[in-house]
């Protein structure tokens, strides 16, 4: 089956979920596969690509693609499809490709197999599953007789693995005018620069529990012990106790993290269809009834205030080791 596959960066870097969408096509593929990356200044990110898979690499490389545009990064794509005639496409389900994926299928009249947590090959199809009603119930979904197949994987469940290989060849598109109706003029990102709970691998995250916004620093403080991202549950976020950008879940940010640590997050579905899917669980809420323990791989009874700073101290002593 043959593959191309999406690549994403942000100020020329390839962001993390692009490559483990890159190593699973390789995979999938059982050897080098095409990929597609829109930008400004990519010929360098270019060439690493070849360590994850990428045997060619189209690259759109223009001032005009410096800022995501969904029809100049579309167009790049149908281009490369076009030059390629791929079977399957292959993207990260990440706000980007939750954007390009919908505008391509349509184009091309086909569905999206979107968010999926699992990918194979059957009988030349793609098959997988994906979470429904919140994490609920597992979908399997395939593309029917689709020609062309398209699917947008999870974040932080496929690895990424980078493999000694060749460079890949790199073949220039040469877009036509672009022309958006919709134009992205600038990116606005907070000062702080903190690891995005999107990719972090361990989040620590805090809710209501955490009673008021100047007790963030008992949460940093094992955040950081732990190397992890902040995360936050809706309601502190409506409180106004910390930016949205932290906030997991329906309408939050879907992770997926190995440890995913909630303090004082009572574990209400909307908070469960954001990370329900994270490897390890630990909770840390001192009401035994909470939802959040029905999902929770260990799970501690009792106030953070107390628990919290114990944790940290556990943690730090663990790798003073
Ligand atoms: C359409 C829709 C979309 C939504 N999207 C999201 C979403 O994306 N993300 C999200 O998180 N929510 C979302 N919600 C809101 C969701 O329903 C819950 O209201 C929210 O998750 C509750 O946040 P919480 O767990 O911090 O607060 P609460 O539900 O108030 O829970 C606080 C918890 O802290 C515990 N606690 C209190 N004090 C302590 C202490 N000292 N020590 C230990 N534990 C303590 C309590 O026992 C309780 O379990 C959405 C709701 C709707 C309707």
Redesign the pocket.
Known sequence: MKFLVFIEQREGKIRKASLEALSLARKLAGGPVATVLPGKAVMAPAKDLGKYGAGVVYVADRDDLALYSNKGYVGALDLATEKENPDAVLMAATAMGKDVAPRFAARHDVSVLADVMDLRVEMDRLVGWRPVYSGKARAEVDCGVAKLQIATARPNVFPGEAREAAEPRIETLDLAEIAPRAKVLRVETSESRELDVAEADVIVS??????GPENWPLIRDLQQALGAALG???????AGWIDHQH???????VVSPTLYV??????????L??MGTSKVIVA????PD???FKVATYGIV??????VPEVAKAVRAAKAE
């Open positions: 805090g809710g209501r529990g955490i009673k936050a549950s809706r309601a502190v976020v409506d906030q997991v879940g329906q309408t939050g940010k909630a303090c004082g997050i009572s574990g209400a579905i909307q908070h269809a954001g840390i809420n001192k009401d909470a939802p959040i009792g106030d953070i205030f107390q628990i």
